[in-house]
Structure formats: structure tokens, C-alpha cells
């Protein structure tokens, strides 16, 4: 091929490049197939999806030439599983390879997707997980313990979940894990244990498992990896819809129904169907209901009380309002929600975290183990805020070895135990930058404190040592940098620098009620 | 200021007396203190005093809610 048309190839979009190759003679296809492997990786390009394109008499001619190219095994049962039905029809397959005939004999829909049947000896899949989209969501137990076969043998098969309508891709390897881990946490719940301390179980192992995405409302954001089923309990992170998914799925595997509801502020969450909710008085409620996993994540994982569980539309409003009293609406929504009109009080949501051994016996939840060695460590270093703040960071890592990873659930965290003036603060800020040097921005948990005893103070916790490092301010600011999305919130003054502030609390809440959560 | 003014401005004083400032009170029929209590608190508006850096600050999240709810108990 000549440089002029490799140059075009450069320029033009997946969709142009597949076109202009489609255009190519037989005998060029297969000279480009074999001598430019590493522009057809870099670019994405699968030879199949140029082959599968061409009129019937030009895939004939070049399976004519098929192993003159210098294709992979896998590349050319691609080639050869995407051939239309007719040409199919007309290859004697009695003297191929094995690999060759099974590939010609698995039938495909339209556009070259294989039919997915459980009835096939998975075998014959491998290799072609390009080829295989597949929608598990309604499978049978024996349907998911066969197709965990498969997710084996074709790691990269794309599986689907659908939320509101809309298909999120995992991959079958994140769907095998995270199959996995649902039936580690379903299986071990003990089958005497009522609907609401089943629930109960689901949402804490659920707070336990994921973090809501840290980079959510910045450049850095991708919406289809925080939503997608499997994905997100395998990546360990999600958005609203995305957790509430998960919390769906699950639930309807103890047999609880429910509706994936979005508040005004564009805010997911659940309402249940139809549960039974037992009370302090010892009466028994049954009706519908809200439960809102994300906001429940931080409260989970920190062994904190879950003050979204099986909550009344009334009781959901008012979780809303801010300390300033500024309504979120997050939860808001009339129509949908105003028969959710059961929900546990105070004292019933403690007892029946007792009954399942997420509260103790005076139905105290963990957190409060974390809060009173935070308290000790207040009164041990009150005339030091930088140690007092160190002593913290260790506390909070002993209860949470994870807390680098599950950021925003940290930054929760840390918003109970720093206490702004036992660290004779002018100035703390808990929030979130990026590492210069990484091209995906992940995002790193950062505490700034600007004490009055101390002076300036800046840690980042640190995935790779789990633990909170401290840093000079050169240092900080050199090595990080705030998201492009949050500084223009703050007017484009980094955290770090001097801003008003209670104006920027209150624009910030209206700039996110218009995104998609 | 001069003479003529002052006499002047004390003329407008005296004709244009303001009203006393009148205290809501409670119903009459409301005797239990408590409940008077209660009803001058139902009747106070709170309004939201702007200090500077008085409090950690986060990031606001709807999302999970992060800045929005109330601190987490135990």
C-alpha cells in the first residue's frame, strides 16, 4: 500500500478506515492484513470487521488467499465464523482444520455476532470473544453456573446489563467475579433470616465492596464503566444508577422487588416493593419503601449507621437538606415515590442491624470504636494539630486498610473524625487531585490543613503504601494538580489557595443538579 | 445645623410618631410554658451565618451525598 494511502488510513475515524480498506482490492486487503499487524493493533482494526463487510463473490476470492496472510488462528476463524450464510454454505468443510469447520458451522445474526447456545461445547467459542454479546441478567442458577463456564474460556466476551434502557458492557470476566462475589455474599446469609435482615446484609456487603467513583462530575469521568453491572462490583466503583443496579440485582435474587427511582437533582436510587419492615414496638410494616445505596456507601463501609435504609419519602426529603438548609432534591420526586410510606425509625433500623451483627447488642454501630479513638487522640494532642492529624490518619486506616482506594467514602470519614478546632484550624480542606504524571487522572484523596499552631500541612493517600504521606507544599503542588471540572467551580482558585467559600458550597450543589449522576 | 431646622425637624418628630414595635405573643389559650417555648422556637427564622473557614471542608457530591447529608452516626 502507498504512503498516500496509509496517510489517509492516519487521518480517517474507525469507521472511514473500515470503509477505505472494505474498498481495497482482495489481493491488497490481504498484503495490508499481513505488513502493517502493528498499524491494524494500534488502530484497533480486527481483520473480520473489514471481511465481513465484502459482497459474497470477494470473501470467496479471498478465502482463496487466506493463508497466504499472515493472520493469527483466532484471526482467521474470525474471518471465517463472519462469512455470509451463502458462502458458508458453499465451503466443503470435510477436509479442514477442526477450528476452521466449527467456525463456518456457528451460526451468526446480522452484523456477524454469534448466536450465543448454551447447548454448544463452549470450546468451540474460544478465541472468538470479539464475536459474542451476551445478556445474563435473566439467566436461570443453572443458566449462570454453565455460562461461568464459558466466561472462562472467553474472558473478553462483552455481557450486557440494561439500565433505563440503555446497555452497559462488562466484560465476562468482570461478570464471572462479580457473580462470584454475589454468591458469596447471598449464600452466606442464613436462610432463617427475614426479608428486611436479608436486605440489611446485601446493602452492607454492598457499602463494603464499592466506592462511589471518585472522578464523578470531572474530565476524568467515564459514565459506562460506573454503570455497568459487573463491572462496577468488579472495578469497585459506580455512580448512583450504577450502585442502585447492583442493589436491584441482588435483591431480586432473595425475591425483593424494586424500581430504580431518579430524584430531581438526577440522583438513582430504590424504592422496594412491597417489604415487610419490622419494628421497635414490635409491630410488622409492609408497603413500599426507599433505599439509597450510594448514599449508604460511606456509612457502610465505615461501619456507621445507614440512615438511607428502608426510609419513608418523607424521611428521604428531609436527608436532603443541607446543614445551610439548602434543598438538594435529590430523592425529590412526587410521582414515583409518594406511596414509599413505610420506613424504620431510629431505634427499629438499630435493632435490626443487632438481629444480623452489623450493630452490637445496645445497637451502637462500628463507627463508634473510630469516633472515640479519634476523641483520645484529640485530647492526647491538642497543642499539636500535625500530630493530632497523623494519629487520625492512622486511626482511620486501622478501621478502613483500604481508604486510598474508596475515596469518597474517605473523604465521608474524614469529615467525622478531623475536628476543625481541636486542629486550631484557619483553614482544613478534605478533597480530591490527580497525579500529574497520570494520563487516566485517577483520583487521590488530599488533606490540607492550615493551622494556626503549625502552619501549613499537606497529605495524599497513597494507594501503594495505604497510608496518608505528608508532603512540603512545593512538593504537593508540584506533583498534583486539581481537575479542570473542579476548578472551575471554585472560579478557577485551587483549594489550596484563598476563596470564599460558603458562595462556592451553595454553586457547586446547583452546577451538579443538571448532570446525569 | 441651624435654629430654624432644628425646630423644624422636632415639629416633624412630633407629628410623625412611629408605632411602638409590637411582640408577637403567644395564643392566650396556650399556658403550658413548654408550649410557649415551642411556639416562639416554630416562629424564629434561622438564617444561615456566613463564617469563614469555620468547618472541614469537602468535596459536594449528590451522588453519594457527599457534603450534602448530615455527618455520619453511630
Redesign the interface.
Known amino acids: 500500500m502507498d504512503s498516500q494511502k496509509m496517510q489517509a488510513l492516519s487521518k480517517a475515524n474507525q469507521e472511514g478506515r473500515l470503509a477505505m480498506l472494505r474498498a481495497l482490492d482482495v489481493e491488497e486487503l490481504g498484503e495490508f492484513l499481513t505488513n502493517h499487524r502493528e498499524f491494524c493493533k494500534e488502530q484497533n482494526i480486527h481483520p473480520f470487521e473489514i471481511t465481513k463487510a465484502l459482497d459474497s463473490e470477494r470473501q470467496k476470492e479471498f478465502l482463496s488467499k487466506l493463508e497466504q496472510c499472515n493472520l493469527t488462528l483466532n484471526e482467521k476463524r474470525e474471518i471465517l465464523t463472519t462469512l455470509r450464510p451463502e458462502v458458508k454454505q458453499s465451503i466443503d468443510i470435510t477436509n479442514l482444520p477442526k477450528e476452521y469447520a466449527t467456525a463456518i458451522q456457528i451460526p451468526t445474526k446480522y452484523g456477524g455476532q454469534i448466536e450465543f447456545e448454551f447447548d454448544r461445547d463452549f470450546e468451540e467459542y474460544r478465541g472468538l470473544d470479539n464475536l459474542i454479546t451476551v445478556s445474563p441478567e435473566d439467566f436461570t442458577p443453572e443458566q449462570r453456573k454453565r455460562f461461568m463456564e464459558f466466561c472462562d474460556i472467553c474472558p473478553n466476551a462483552e455481557v450486557l446489563s440494561s439500565l433505563k434502557d440503555v446497555a452497559y458492557s462488562s466484560s465476562a470476566i468482570e461478570y464471572k467475579e462479580g457473580e462470584e462475589w454475589i454468591a458469596s455474599v447471598i449464600d452466606n446469609i442464613p436462610s432463617a433470616y427475614s426479608q428486611a435482615q436479608k436486605i440489611a446484609i446485601i446493602d452492607n456487603a454492598i457499602g463494603k465492596k464499592i466506592s462511589?467513583?471518585p472522578t464523578?462530575?470531572t474530565e476524568a469521568f467515564e459514565p459506562k464503566n460506573s454503570k455497568a453491572l459487573w463491572k462496577v462490583i468488579s472495578n469497585g466503583y459506580g455512580?448512583?444508577n450504577g450502585v442502585a443496579k447492583v442493589e436491584q440485582y441482588m435483591l431480586k435474587r432473595i425475591g425483593v422487588e424494586s424500581e430504580i427511582v431518579s430524584g430531581h437533582?438526577?440522583?438513582g436510587f430504590l424504592k422496594l416493593i412491597d417489604v415487610e419492615l419490622p419494628l421497635a414496638n414490635g409491630e410488622t410494616v409492609k408497603g413500599n419503601t426507599i433505599l439509597?445505596p450510594?448514599?449508604n456507601?460511606?456509612?457502610q463501609r465505615?461501619?456507621?449507621?445507614p440512615?438511607?435504609f428502608c426510609i419513608t419519602y418523607e424521611q428521604a426529603r428531609k436527608?436532603?437538606l443541607?446543614?445551610?438548609?439548602l434543598d438538594?432534591q435529590?430523592h425529590k420526586n412526587d410521582e414515583k415515590l409518594q406511596d414509599a410510606t413505610i420506613g424504620l425509625d431510629e431505634q427499629s433500623l438499630r435493632n435490626l442491624h443487632t438481629s444480623v451483627g452489623l450493630a452490637d447488642k445496645e445497637g451502637?454501630?462500628?463507627?463508634?470504636n473510630l469516633?472515640e479513638k479519634s476523641d483520645t487522640i484529640n485530647e492526647m494532642y491538642a497543642d499539636n494539630p500535625e500530630e493530632n492529624l497523623k494519629h487520625q490518619f492512622l486511626a482511620l486506616s486501622q478501621a478502613c486498610p483500604e481508604f486510598a482506594t474508596c475515596q469518597?467514602?474517605t473523604?465521608?470519614?474524614?469529615?467525622?473524625i478531623?475536628d476543625?478546632d481541636e486542629l486550631k484550624?484557619?483553614?482544613?480542606?478534605?478533597?480530591?487531585v490527580y497525579d500529574k504524571t497520570d494520563k487516566d487522572k485517577n483520583a487521590v484523596v488530599y488533606v490540607y490543613l492550615d493551622s494556626k499552631v503549625s502552619g501549613k500541612s499537606f497529605f495524599f493517600a497513597d494507594k501503594d503504601t495505604g497510608q496518608f504521606v505528608q508532603l512540603p507544599q512545593e512538593e504537593f503542588i508540584n506533583r498534583f494538580e486539581c481537575y479542570e471540572k473542579?476548578l472551575e467551580k471554585l472560579g478557577g482558585i485551587r483549594?489550596w489557595e484563598d476563596r470564599?467559600?460558603?458562595k462556592d458550597?451553595l454553586s457547586?450543589?446547583e452546577d451538579?443538579?443538571g448532570e446525569e449522576? | 445645623m441651624n435654629v430654624i431646622e432644628r425646630i423644624m425637624s422636632f415639629i416633624k418628630k412630633f407629628f410623625n410618631k412611629q408605632e411602638e414595635i409590637k411582640m408577637i405573643e403567644a395564643p392566650e389559650r396556650v399556658t403550658n410554658i413548654k408550649e410557649k417555648e415551642d411556639f416562639f422556637s416554630s416562629i424564629k427564622v434561622?438564617r444561615?451565618i456566613?463564617i469563614?473557614?469555620?468547618?472541614?471542608?469537602?468535596?459536594?457530591?449528590?451522588?453519594?451525598?457527599?457534603?450534602?447529608?448530615?455527618?455520619?452516626?453511630?
Open positions: 462511589h467513583t464523578d462530575g455512580v448512583c437533582g438526577h440522583h439509597d450510594t448514599w456507601l460511606a456509612r465505615f461501619g456507621g449507621m440512615d438511607n436527608n436532603d443541607t446543614s445551610l438548609g438538594s435529590a451502637m454501630f462500628p463507627l463508634k469516633v469518597n467514602s473523604m465521608s470519614a474524614l469529615r467525622i478531623l476543625f484550624a484557619n483553614r482544613c480542606v478534605v478533597n480530591r473542579d483549594s470564599p467559600k460558603e458550597r457547586s450543589i451538579q443538579k449522576i | 434561622f444561615p456566613q469563614e473557614n469555620n468547618e472541614i471542608e469537602t468535596l459536594i457530591c449528590i451522588g453519594d451525598g457527599l457534603g450534602i447529608q448530615k455527618d455520619m452516626k453511630y
